[in-house]
């Protein structure tokens, strides 16, 4: 029998945003709103927000891809 175990994705704060990526929290909603950095879901009626910590994830790697030119 094939199972197959599927975990909900990890969803990140605007703190463990902050600590993962070499930006500021103004910074972060200008690029939000330009398109060029993921956006947050809201949680709990929209009173929170959380980033899907593969989408993060996905934005760091293709920053160093740039830069390595890959």
Known sequence: MNETIRTAPRLLRLPEVLARVPLKKPTIYRAIRAGKFPAPCKLL???????DEAEIGAWIASRLAERTGR
């Open 45 to 51: 009626g929209g009173r929170a927000s959380a980033w």
